[in-house]
């Protein structure tokens, strides 16, 4: 899995607003307003865009 490019992340942000609409905030949004909130990442494998949640990382 490699971390999408601009242009693949521009693109991903395209198509998902056409399908979510004003709801793709809360999809790539922190889930609390935690010191450490949990992250989302996209990433790129096999030609796949996949979401990942990365748990309880912690900011550095």
Excluded: C
Aim: glycine share 6%; proline share 7%.
């Amino acid at each position: 899995m490699r971390p999408l490019t601009e242009e693949e992340t521009q693109a991903v942000f395209k198509k998902l607003a056409e399908y979510t609409g004003a709801s793709l905030k809360n999809i790539i949004a922190p889930l609390d307003d935690s010191p450490n909130p949990d992250r989302n990442v996209f990433r790129l494998s096999g030609g796949r865009v996949y979401l990942v949640w990365m748990f309880g990382i912690m900011a550095e």
